[in-house]
């Protein structure tokens, strides 16, 4: 008897590669026929959410609804509009979190970078469009150190920015 040589195949191994190389190509070329005919309506729908977002009157997330109704909204007085203007992102959360009766410690310590320099930045321009009062120091603390305190304006900005957000939020 004739034995077969090794490492040759005989047409059933042959046939059940070529097989599974047609099912393990398969799923892409199905996968990218499905992104081609899914591609256009979902870009249409992702193009046009924000304008049917923007339309809307109220959108129910969860347990709340945003509502989206400009006369519902609190007017800001021109003074607030502009001081409102003059802040960014970072310095209307800062403000937020602030208290508005607390007065705040404040140290310019740089050297050995205890304390955190970007938010000095954002008390010191908050100083400078009058959010926020720069205080002296209590007796016997360092010069690099002050107080802060929100001002006046301050309080009415942070007041303004909580009703604001207040009348577009609601339990569902």
Not at 43 to 67: C, Q, Y
Not at 109 to 117: L, R, S, T, V
């Amino acid at each position: 008897m004739i034995e077969p040589q090794k490492g040759a195949t005989n047409r059933n191994d042959v046939i059940i590669a070529v097989l599974h190389l047609i099912q393990g190509s398969l799923w892409p070329v199905l996968a990218l026929m499905a992104a081609a005919v899914i591609y256009t309506p979902a870009t249409k729908v992702l193009s046009t959410l924000p304008h049917i977002i923007e339309k809307a009157k109220e959108i129910n997330m969860g347990a709340f609804s945003i509502r989206n109704d400009e006369n519902r909204l609190p007017k800001p007085t021109p003074e607030i509009s502009e001081k409102i203007r003059m802040m960014n992102e970072t310095s209307i959360e800062f403000l937020l979190k602030r208290d508005i009766e607390h007065t705040y410690y404040e140290c310019r310590k740089y050297a050995n970078g205890n304390y955190d320099i970007a938010e000095n930045h954002v008390v010191d321009q908050l100083i400078s469009i009058d959010i926020l009062r720069k205080l002296p120091p209590a007796e016997g603390y360092p010069s690099y150190c002050y107080n802060t305190k929100l001002s006046p304006i301050g309080v009415e900005v942070k007041r303004y920015l909580i009703n604001l957000l207040s009348a577009q939020i609601k339990p569902s």
